[in-house]
């Protein structure tokens, strides 16, 4: 039933066309490997892996789920043996550091990969995914010694991380948690508490698991200025690297949940588990705050993943299945009836899915190629990239996911009641994707960060900066035929922004609320207008190209930013009024009296 | 886990304050025992049962499902029992006729009462809600005979009963289908073929099933002329009205959905199956278009069940769950955080939920409203409630199910993390309700059906005069002071809508797929704007009585209709563009062009 295919021709054009990763590598200290030529050679082959391996065992992770007996976790049928081909063909260890075994390739790089990987089976993807997260910290944090214990293991992908935050009092409020780190007379820690939510947190796949763990030291200070990162092993390791005893550390159970069955999401009970403390003691979320732009930008690549499989299932779907006559006249008129791709709200329906996943990949690829200037560029590219990627990260963390989610609805009700059963995938590919707008912070959290931390909480200076930059290369554009309809539309919207962004910021002045009451809406208007800039980048480019193209290929991208920018973008008269209505209507009724029941 | 409360207080504002029921049932033939003290007791009832007995079912159903072993089904652990004590209770009769044993009550009380069983528990409210399809087509068409031997036994819910439409390769497009009817000397009819989705379709609730069921005689005309009705009871019934042999009809299997896993989806094969013609031959499409207006209904109450559902228990979490301060400075300085209800982001989500579903419990019973008069109003109200009717049926049907949808997933986001699991039972109610924009016609088919066949093909007539009679009591509230704020809003949507009706006409006078380009953002405008016309008629009502109510309901029930115009209403803005902008960006891309893997 699966009909996955790695979209190569559309990242390609994301690349290549659109953002110029060729010459960006070229720039790039550690990009000289990078070559067009190998990066369509690695997606190739990412490619199939996917198509081959993944694709087929995503309804089998679902249906299968993962099971927890006698406090061990089995994976479903056949993900052991598809993570032992992906540590074989040497992918954990892509954009890694070449000191602790890595292949030094850009970041960018793996995200590019991972959205193959992601897309064909989600709940696979997790695993390699949460590794990443533990490599990550222990890179920025971790002693020499630590990164050769752990870190090498982790980019070859003999063993797997988590990232243990979440306890059951607190998900979001992080300042309020209680697991506790005890110091010992050898410089290790005695870790004690319970973890909820952990994703991979136990499997059967690799032999050992990285766990890096937020807890607190005797003493520290309350809230989130107490916190310290430790790295728990399930099991200790020995002086030569290889797995001793278990660690006080266990599953106690699995998290029966909605959907991506096929990961294993743990309660992690840890009873004076062996620790060892990483980073400098209480700085644990500024230790973890420094990648969070990373975890977010890989999980806002979920909304692009589900997007992309509904949109090719629906699309195969609306082809084949006959139904009813087309309002302008049969269009299969030997045939019992018409492809239901023939009626308009069919085609709206395929269409948002399209532009959605298009629009995702260009805002995905965007950040990652940001990421990569914050590791690698000079010190002034660096900080520009920074505050770029601290506004774009939450931009596309929800609005990703929330349009990703809306997506994966369209492709179920493109297929009518067939949608609704099993056999299709379509609505495991919805149940998959409803956890995306709440992990990694949900999207009221990313809001505020967004419209608290980053807009208000820079002066404006973040927004007002990327608004000055995209605003003159959308003016540049404004004597180009194929796209001057819209240099208007997109200018007109940039500057609405700038001007509720300083209502905003005067409102909150006499009522914080205001900006938790505009935060969601403030967001999406920002994400509506993040990809209307790149859709018009993307006219313009392919614009130029089509005349000489013989597939279609650039006719049809400019046909999708038609959509977008007039089934699409419309989205935003909705919200600014919203935005405008302020806190008031939010705050008018007394907690007592929302219900009288 | 279940809180479910029956909504009385609400329900009596809508009945009582809003749409005067008193005197609606007062001037109804068969409204005279129908008296306010004899509502209240019903729905009192009904309320404890759906409480007490339904409720706790609810997660058992989701589950346990229905299992089928040797071709035959098992309902879920209490099933069984609860739909005994609902036939003794005497429920199924409540509006049926009492020629063959109802108790011929108004046909709107057994709708109103319905909210509270569907509420409660939507898989199990199934069953008896196919019965009254069942009912209604042996009501309408069946001769003394059939109805003295299947109606009574429907009737007093001894039995139960299904409707079988659809087949694989048909839902929407019945003109398909392809089940046949062959007359024996009899008198009776063989039927053979394969019916999918049939809901209800085998269980252990009651001794025995009525379907009815659509199929073909030989040499019927094709597509949708050609289609005749008929009963074939799952046991054949003796002369003396007890059940006999099985007839030859048989549960294939059941379906594996994402939700109402409490309600059995069969898979029916009729092999030669007894049969009896009912309704005249080739018009059994005919015959079911007569109660579709009341089945459509009966699944638009599916929207307001899950907003009701998921309100109500994400207010709970909301008020109980701590975590962060609020903006605007602790509001509860002695916990260790704030309760989440303080939150403006979390508020938005309970008004969104709480405002569609107290806006589809006004728009539920208003048509419920206008059905009891196109059954017992004089011929003038009869044809004009049948009009009314006819153009707010698609509107209620698929804007109540696509808002209600909306509201499930807001009351699984407040739970944030938790929401996605199964314990808290929110991430049910989202599957649960994802099958509504699906199932008796999709959002799409709706939204033809109003553009298309009602308001375009009664020439705007239909619309015309629904905006005529709410424009005039609009209007009539322009000197309110409590409402006029909103008076002239109101008022220019109506009229957008009537422009953009005729200039969709226009348009589709030279391209017919300009109608379905439109014809859901069509709908869903629409539905806003009816739903603003009833918020503003119920802040009217409210106002008036909010100074001498100290429970402060009314003064509630102004703040919501504010936060609908504020918060909601804006939506149609994005609508009115997207409308505008046709069909062409639909079309521009070929089939092929789609995508290119």
């Known amino acids: 039933m699966t009909h996955y295919k790695a979209p190569l021709r559309d990242m390609e054009f994301v690349l290549n066309d659109l953002l110029d990763f060729p010459s960006h590598y070229a720039a790039m200290p550690n990009g000289a490997d990078a070559t067009p030529e190998t990066v369509t050679a690695i997606l190739e082959e990412a490619g199939k892996f996917a198509e081959n391996v993944l694709a087929p065992l995503n309804a089998v992770g679902d249906s299968e789920g993962c099971q927890w007996n006698d406090g061990k976790v089995t994976t479903p049928s056949g993900f052991k043996e598809a993570y032992a081909q992906y540590v074989d063909g040497g992918w954990p260890a892509l954009s890694h550091d070449p000191a602790y075994g890595g292949q030094g390739l850009p970041h960018s790089l793996s995200t590019v990969m991972s959205e193959l990987i992601n897309t064909a089976n989600w709940a696979w993807g997790m695993y390699p995914g949460l590794s990443h997260g533990a490599m990550n910290t222990l890179s920025e944090h971790g002693t020499e010694e630590q990164k050769q214990t752990y870190l090498t293991k982790l980019i070859s992908g003999q ?38 939510f952990i994703s991979a947190g136990d499997h059967d796949m690799a032999e050992n698991i990285v766990h890096i763990v937020l807890a607190r030291l005797p003493d520290a200070p309350a809230g989130t200025k107490g916190i310290s990162l430790f790295i728990v092993p399930k099991f200790r390791v020995r002086a030569d690297g290889s797995c001793g005893e278990a660690n006080h550390v266990s599953c106690g159970s699995l998290e029966h949940k909605m959907g991506i069955h096929g990961n294993a999401t743990c309660v992690l009970n840890f009873d004076g588990a062996e620790g060892f403390l990483i980073g400098p003691e209480n700085r644990g979320l500024n230790c973890m705050f420094t990648f969070m732009n990373s975890a977010r930008i890989g999980t806002a690549l979920q909304g692009l993943a589900h997007a992309e499989w509904g949109f090719q299932h629906s699309l195969a779907y609306a082809r084949e299945r006959l139904q009813m006559r087309s309002l302008s006249g049969p269009k299969n008129p030997d045939g019992p009836a018409d492809p239901i791709i023939v009626h308009a709200d069919v085609r709206r329906m395929l269409m948002t899915q399209k532009v959605f996943a298009e629009g995702h990949r260009m805002l995905l690829y965007f950040t990652a190629k940001l990421l990569d200037i914050t590791h690698h560029g000079s ?87 990327f608004l000055e930059e995209a605003g003159a290369e959308v003016q540049a554009l404004a004597g180009n035929p194929a796209v001057a309809q819209w240099v208007p539309l997109v200018g007109k919207l940039a500057m609405e922004l700038g001007e509720m962004t300083k209502q905003i910021g005067a409102k909150a002045m006499a009522n914080p609320d205001e900006v938790g009451a505009a935060s969601v809406d403030y967001l999406m208007y920002s994400g509506y207008v993040v990809q209307a800039y790149l859709w018009l980048k993307a006219a313009a480019v392919a614009a130029e190209k089509a005349d000489a193209d013989e597939s279609g290929f650039y006719k049809a991208k400019l046909a999708s930013a038609n959509f977008y920018f007039s089934k699409i973008l419309p989205r935003t008269r909705a919200l600014k009024t919203t935005i405008e209505a302020g806190a008031e209507p939010l705050f008018a009724l007394d907690e007592s009296a929302f219900a009288y029941l």
Chains 1, 2 share one sequence.
């Not at 992080?174 to 410089?187: F, I, S, V």
């Not at 660096?382 to 939450?394: I, S």
């Open 159 to 196: 063993w797997t991380g988590t990232m243990c935050l979440t306890e059951p009092h607190c998900g979001t409020d992080l300042g309020m948690l209680r697991t506790k780190a005890e110091p010992q007379a050898d410089g290790t820690y005695r870790i004690s508490g319970t973890k909820i």
């Open 379 to 465: 010190e002034e590219e660096r900080k520009r990239a920074e505050g770029r990627l601290a506004l774009l990260t939450p931009i596309a963390k929800a609005f990703m996911t929330e349009t990703g989610f809306e997506s994966a609805n369209l492709g179920l009700q493109c297929f009518g009641g067939h949608g609704y059963i099993r056999e299709w995938g379509m609505e495991q590919n919805v149940r998959d994707s409803r956890i995306s707008t709440i992990y990694e912070g949900t999207t009221g959290i990313q809001a505020l960060d967004l419209l608290g931390r980053k807009v208000l909480g820079s002066q404006g200076a973040l927004l007002k900066d």
